[in-house]
């Protein structure tokens, strides 16, 4: 993995001096004294104080030479996440833009979601939104993962697999979307280098075995390269590129290579002043070298989405080898290398923003908008940013010559989306390099695609099926959705009304406006008529709208049921002739059931003048049959026996006490064909083979042990717990006394768990 040097505060101050002025200095001072402040006394999992962190976030920054509220928010990203300080406080002090950045890389509260997959796909959504309205946010989200990941060697091997899967997911593709080159690459090395270490350390060997001559090879055909560029009486700069390891092991398995079939491991850039220079530069490389078929790539004239610009060729270089050469101008590379950070600017010192003419990586936040307008919820929408967004691309033209830019894969009906919805809508078919092909005819690079309409053609629902873009998804759903609403609404509302009806409710009753408006406001729903279109189209269940109509009525009903379950038990004989007309609630799983075999705690245990009560043996004292045992009314879940001499019963405080009931055990003689868990301790002086003394005469008396630990304390006296099945209490009497007949062993006695 690459070397990581961390920088001071005093460093990070000195990289912001080279472009910013005496007061905006002073800003970010101030924000990293605020965030010294709200950091005091934390530390991470390295050991190191907190404040470096931040620290490092705002040095990267201040490196990419971002403006004064970046680097600011790089220091107080996570004040407001991991301290006291609120996002009101960061936009008293520091303003707002600083305050959106800072909220944009907060993570949402985890308790409030059912899974870690929906708590991590809901925070993508927010800080991808929140990039798509300010760049900055994904900046400092970059920054703070990168430091992240040179200090992942402290956290859990588990730890270390999700957040690297999680960085290869989503940050190194956000860093190649928008170029920042010098980031991805690292993000996705230090990312292999957790998720995959076998290959990882497998690939270092072979570039480290073969490195002195391939070093020798680039420096021969730099030498080489020299005279040529020389003879042009240009400016040039000639170094060898540094290849990535992730970038190697994706080819190796991407093309079925193997490692010394990876042309560009060998490689050199070259960067001229100009655009003219660049293409001088390929005609002299081209002249003295052969060029390898189909290895040519002009991304000058055809910009990558992220805005790179570069000439790429392989040719046959010295010895026979093949060798690959950039070219490009200063302004590419730093762009290459730095993206969308490359187009912050400076005038005099006062920031200017981004110039928007220069921003093809810029679309990505229009991209994201629109993927959130169309999606219904975090893990629709992360899915189309992985679709749409994160794909590899392919790049087509119409017939007049415009690029457009589409997810490898696309067919060509996603290219009539891409145009207009209108087109694609009344597509019929299309012609791709002047032959006639379908709609769901795979688009290659360089494809000039023409799309063939007619007025009455309209969408069909497996076109939904057929496309790549959650673009082309989302438009062919709406059209269905325009186009069913009226039939959809009717069929919904039908249903919600059958099914009040169906459980004994009047639709006026829970159809009225004060009901409706809180299903709207839980759902989300603008309308009424939405929610009924939603359940008709079958994006909402009749069940989920109604459940949430009558969740007061139900509650009220529950507790109801319950006051008088309980004042029924509690009465005891008094009102056994009401139990008739109360239900019981339904039962609930307890583990402690599955203690007892072959016998229902219900028929083994009886309150006088109740039947059919929902019983449960508790689990911290076992109750078995014979012991003197008493009842515990549980709100909600019938009653649980305990012994009488439990712990929980005997230091119970006067409101427990005020609910437990005398309660009987039913049929004994029957409970002989059942068995249950018993615990017992026994005590005795530690000698050679007590322990084995113990288990045998425990296995001459019983066959069902369950559990047997022990240990010794300082005195060398053995204590034993133990856990055996049994019919009832006398057979554990019984057991307990027969090992107190061993040698040396002095007591036993029941326990609570």
Not at 310 to 333: A, D, F, N, V
Not at 540 to 565: G, H, W
Not at 576 to 588: D, E, M, W
Request: charged share 30%; proline share 3%.
């Amino acid at each position: 993995m690459s070397k990581y040097t961390e920088m001071t505060h005093e460093q990070v101050m000195a990289a912001c001096k080279k472009y910013m002025t005496a007061d905006q200095l002073a800003f970010v001072e101030s924000a990293y004294q605020f965030a010294a402040r709200a950091h005091e006394g934390q530390t991470r999992a390295s050991g190191q104080p907190y404040i470096v962190h931040p620290t490092q976030v705002a040095g990267t920054l201040a490196n990419l030479g971002l403006d004064p509220d970046t680097v600011a928010a790089g220091f107080l990203h996570d004040t407001v996440e991991d301290t006291s300080v609120t996002n009101d406080d960061i936009k008293e002090k520091f303003g707002a833009d600083v305050a959106f950045i800072v909220d944009g890389v907060t993570k949402l509260n985890k308790y409030e979601y059912k899974s870690h997959k929906e708590f991590l796909a809901e925070n993508h959504r927010k800080m991808l939104i929140a990039m798509a309205k300010d760049l900055r946010v994904i900046l400092v989200k970059l920054a703070d993962r990168l430091h992240n990941m040179h200090t992942l060697e402290h956290l859990r091997p588990d730890k270390q697999r999700r957040i690297a899967a999680e960085t290869l997911d989503i940050y190194a593709p956000l860093a190649d979307r928008l170029g920042i080159g010098t980031i991805k690459w690292e993000l996705e090395d230090m990312s292999f280098h957790y998720m995959n270490p076998e290959a990882y350390y497998k690939i270092v060997s072979m570039m480290d075995a073969k490195r002195s001559e391939r070093e020798g090879y680039i420096k021969d055909a730099i030498d080489y390269l020299r005279g040529t560029l020389d003879s042009l009486g240009i400016k040039y700069d000639i170094s060898g590129r540094p290849k990535h390891i992730y970038s190697i092991y994706k080819k190796m398995v991407n093309k079925h290579k193997d490692f010394n079939e990876i042309y560009d491991l060998l490689a050199v850039r070259v960067i001229v002043p100009t655009v003219k220079d660049c293409y001088a530069v390929l005609g002299a490389v081209h002249t003295k070298w052969k060029p390898m078929p189909g290895r040519f790539k002009d991304y000058i004239a055809m910009p990558k989405a992220n805005g790179y610009q570069s000439l790429h060729t392989t040719i046959i270089g010295p010895g026979g080898k093949p060798l690959e050469i950039q070219i490009r101008t200063e302004e590419m590379h730093k762009v290459a290398e730095y993206g969308v950070a490359a187009h912050w600017a400076y005038k005099r010192g006062n920031f200017q923003g981004v110039d928007e003419k220069d921003g093809g990586a810029l679309d990505i936040g229009r991209e994201i908008l629109e993927l959130q307008k169309d999606s219904s919820d975090a893990d629709e929408f992360m899915e189309a940013v992985h679709s749409d967004i994160f794909a590899d691309k392919v790049y087509v033209f119409t017939p007049k010559g415009e690029v457009y830019e589409l997810p490898k894969g696309s067919v060509t009906l996603d290219f009539a989306y891409a145009i207009h919805t209108q087109v694609g809508d009344h597509a019929i078919g299309a012609k791709v390099n002047d032959k006639l092909v379908p709609l769901d005819y795979k688009m290659k690079n360089g494809d000039v695609v023409d799309i063939l309409t007619q007025g009455n053609a309209r969408p069909s629902r497996d076109w939904a099926k057929m496309v790549k873009t959650s673009r082309a998804k989302n438009k062919i759903r709406r059209y269905f959705r325009d186009v069913d609403r009226e039939e959809s609404l009717a069929r919904g509302k039908s249903e919600l009304v059958d099914l009040l009806k169906e459980n004994g409710l009047s639709a006026k009753d829970f159809l009225d406006k004060s009901h409706i408006d809180e299903v709207l406001d839980h759902f989300s729903f603008k309308t009424d008529e939405d929610m009924y279109a939603a359940i008709g189209f079958g994006n909402m269940s009749a069940v989920s709208i109604y459940n949430r109509l009558t969740a007061d009525l139900r509650r009220q009903q529950e507790e109801e049921k319950q006051k008088q379950f309980e004042a029924q038990i509690m009465s005891a004989g008094q009102q056994a002739a009401a139990s008739s007309v109360v239900k019981k609630p339904a039962p609930q799983k307890d583990d402690a059931k599955s203690k007892t075999k072959g016998k229902k705690p219900d028929s083994l245990v009886r309150v006088q003048g109740l039947e059919d009560l929902d019983m449960h043996f508790a689990k911290c004292c076992n109750p078995v049959p014979g012991d003197p045992i008493v009842g515990y009314v549980t709100k909600g879940r019938g009653v649980t026996v305990h012994r009488a001499d439990c712990r929980n019963v005997v230091s119970a405080d006067p409101a427990v006490q005020g609910r437990m009931i005398d309660v009987e055990w039913n049929n004994i003689d029957e409970g002989k064909q059942a068995s249950f868990n018993a615990n017992f301790e026994l005590f005795g002086y530690n000698r050679q083979k007590l322990l084995g003394d113990v288990i045998n005469r425990l296995n001459a008396l019983t066959k069902n042990i369950t559990n047997v630990s022990a240990s010794v304390n300082e005195e060398n006296i053995a204590h034993f717990y133990i856990t055996v099945e049994v019919r009832n209490a006398a057979q554990l009497n019984d057991i307990m006394a027969k090992l107190r007949d061993i040698p040396d062993v002095y007591d036993t006695k029941r326990t609570d768990n």
